[in-house]
């Protein structure tokens, strides 16, 4: 029997523990607050803005709402990041992605302070994450060590392959890896034989952005899947990346959609924001 990985309990004990710390810090007079920025209203993105403020209000974060017109000029909006980068009261900047097509989304990440950079996406941050320098992590890659490691994973000496050479999860997800001492391999849509290259990993991480792209046959009998895609499939359900059904009795563990790696996201986004308090970066 598979054991199921259970991204939603495992992200409700994180909040609860940064809850505790929070509180602690309100008592000594230390506030945190995190700024949210929205350019427009896309759907998708005002779900997540909604649940990232939600997870602040559950743990003690204040969280500023800026929701800007989808006509927001980039100049516009690097005046806003530059005016929170100086004000000592904002200790997070968040500005969900995607961005319209008039802003350099690029330009944008560059210009949030390393210091306030919550999301981790900061060329500052992913080069000290690439050299074990102290920054913060990416959101979704952090997230995923978190359950390996809160579900009693080993990760030390063991092939791990990652499917999604993306700069928010492939690429941190293969660092953070290596940190834990794993033997990493990164696979992509040139990959050759990517079946057979999947087939060696005792921990097979999906982020593709296909959906039901990884059936069985991509798997070692005993393997512990992570499937971080999320999309709907033809009746309007959401699945994963990974052919949950078809690989369920070839697995050892596997994270479910929804409710595997999705809820980690915002728990390690609010990780992000007491550590920017908390931690020099
Ligand atoms: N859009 C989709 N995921 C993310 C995320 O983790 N952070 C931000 N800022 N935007 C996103």
Redesign the pocket.
Known sequence: MAFIIDGKKIAAEIKDELKQKVTKLTEDGVAITLAVIQVGNDPA?SV?VGNKKKACEYVGINSLSYELAESTTQEELLSLVEALNADAKINGI?????LPSQIDEDLVIKTISPTKDV?G?HPQSVGALSIGQKGFI???PGGVIQLLKRSGIPMEGKECVIIGRSN?VGKPMALLMLRENATVTVCHSRTKNLMEVAKRADILIVAIGKPLFVTKDFVKEGAVVIDVGIHRDAENKLCGDVDYQDVLEHVSAITPVPGGVGPM?IAM?MNNCVEAVTKSK
């Open positions: 993105s997540y968040l500005v969900q992605l995607p999301d996406f990416s959101c979704t928010i996201t986004l």
